[in-house]
């Protein structure tokens, strides 16, 4: 009879370890996905500065080309 109770109480024992177990995992597998996540976003975030970066230089450039175009033309119409 005590080798029975005692073989019932590991297979319990097995069961509950299990059941940690894939909880555990389970939280694991949900933390590295909210991290790949947060990490996509903020790549996302970032790349998306430094277009908007580029896109006020290319503005600023294109405007200081036709001003310096501009005024050179006009000299050499009136000079």
Not at 14 to 27: A, K, L, N, Q
Not at 30 to 43: G, N, P
Not at 45 to 62: D, E, K, M, N, Y
């Amino acid at each position: 009879m005590k080798m029975r109770q005692s073989l019932a109480e590991l297979e319990q024992a097995f069961v509950r370890e299990i059941s940690v177990d894939r909880h555990r995992r389970e939280s694991l597998r949900r933390t590295t996905e909210q991290r790949a996540f947060k990490r996509a976003l903020d790549r996302r975030h970032r790349q998306g500065s430094v277009r908007f970066v580029l896109l006020v230089l290319a503005l600023i450039a294109t405007a200081a080309g036709v001003t310096v175009a501009m005024f050179w033309t006009l000299y050499l119409l009136l000079g």
